[in-house]
């Protein structure tokens, strides 16, 4: 199992080719009722294990929360948690501007008003081996983004998402969390509702430098 | 540009499948002397740009260091501190072991002392807008992930490293990086050179716990 995809149904379902998952994988919000099967989250899973770390340490861990006792309590803690830090976030007492009406604020109400009912929600763990540094991430994140692409092969659709760290005394109590990990990020999972519009980014000659910081590329053609 | 790969390339290039990539993606640290094409580079760095960031701000900054005037002593500069770095780890001085004679070891003494010679090195950099966090990571090392997934598409490899750090200052000065951008990681990229093996990974229910901390799923059999 170490090396090969369980149950070997990767050829099967894996179709989507790899270009264009990069290209066009986008944060999903709205499920269906659908689970997701034990099978398709062990893929899921497995998938996001073949990231890289530093050293080779290995050190994600994926808690998952079904339907179980603690992950039922887990869920409810968490959706409060959400729906306090979108409001916050609605309102700019962030430090930002207030959002204004869009399908972007409907799809996040949306998400955090449904929450309790996200088929699988995981806390993405880091066990830490040294002091918490901005760059321990590396060890991390790479298997986030490698959960979330597997999803999407599978027919699934995520989000990861920050909000969890507001409950996080909380949730380390009621899931025996140990000190030692960090909880890096909160995924949602779930079969994908209704239409998802295209990504949204800056265009690539915005976000590349050449030979010196602030200097665009001669190889990028202007967008 | 913004919502479309460049140059329309992916069709054509991209026959792996996503899951297969997700599988067997390992980090590349053999190169030919062999380059990346200019169409190739924008290509994956168009894909890196593809990844999610918290509120889709997109901090991620790619600077590129090819064969420029900067590039070359960039690549100097940061040999010296992988050398070192390498020296360092493998004589066990962070309070690891020493490394024993392995195909790795070998792999990481050709990575270093042939680290002027690699075709393209990327210092991808976060923009910072709040203090450095341990959860930072999350908007630039799904990208990193991203980056390295084209790469293979493409048909060149890469690793993600960190060994950048120990002239971090330097390559402000020389590259002008500003004291608000994070220099997060240092991937490297070129054609594969010979052989390469499998990922060794852990099994995945040993990474995987269910609705409590230490309990694995039942859905997942043991390895």
Redesign the interface.
């Given at each position: 199992?170490?090396?090969r995809?369980?149950a070997d149904r990767?050829k099967a379902?894996?179709?989507?080719?790899?270009?264009?998952?990069?290209?066009?994988?986008?944060?999903i919000r709205r499920y269906t009722n659908d689970p997701v099967s034990?099978?398709d989250?062990?893929?899921i899973?497995?998938?996001a294990?073949?990231?890289?770390s530093?050293s080779?340490r290995?050190p994600?861990?994926?808690?998952?929360?079904?339907n179980?006792?603690?992950?039922r309590a887990a869920k409810s803690l968490l959706g409060q948690s959400f729906r306090d830090g979108w409001n916050d976030k609605r309102a700019g007492t962030e430090g930002e501007r207030p959002y204004r009406p869009s399908s972007f604020v409907d799809s996040m109400r949306h998400f955090v008003d449904h929450f309790e009912a996200i088929p699988v929600v995981i806390l993405v763990c880091l066990e830490r081996y040294r002091d918490?540094?901005?760059?321990?991430?590396?060890s991390?994140?790479?298997a986030?983004?490698?959960l979330?692409?597997?999803a999407?092969?599978l027919g699934y659709g995520g989000?990861?998402t920050?909000w969890h760290?507001g409950v996080e005394d909380e949730l380390r109590l009621m899931?025996?969390?140990?000190d030692s990990?960090?909880l890096?990020?909160c995924i949602t999972l779930g079969v994908p509702a209704g239409r998802h519009g295209?990504?949204?980014?800056?265009?690539?000659?915005e976000?590349?430098?050449?030979?010196?910081?602030?200097t665009s590329?001669s190889?990028?053609?202007p967008?």
């Open positions: 199992m170490a090396d995809a369980p990767q379902v894996g179709e989507i080719g790899l270009l264009e998952a990069l290209a066009t994988t986008r944060a034990d099978a989250l062990e893929q899973l497995w998938h294990g073949r990231a890289p530093g080779n290995q994600f861990r994926f808690l998952t929360l079904r179980g006792q603690n992950a918490p540094s901005p760059f321990e991430g590396a991390v994140y790479p986030c983004q490698n979330l692409l597997a999407r092969a989000a990861l920050m760290l899931l025996g969390i140990p990990a960090a890096s990020a295209p990504l949204k980014r800056k265009p690539v000659g976000i590349v430098f050449d030979d010196e910081w602030g590329p190889w990028i053609a967008a």
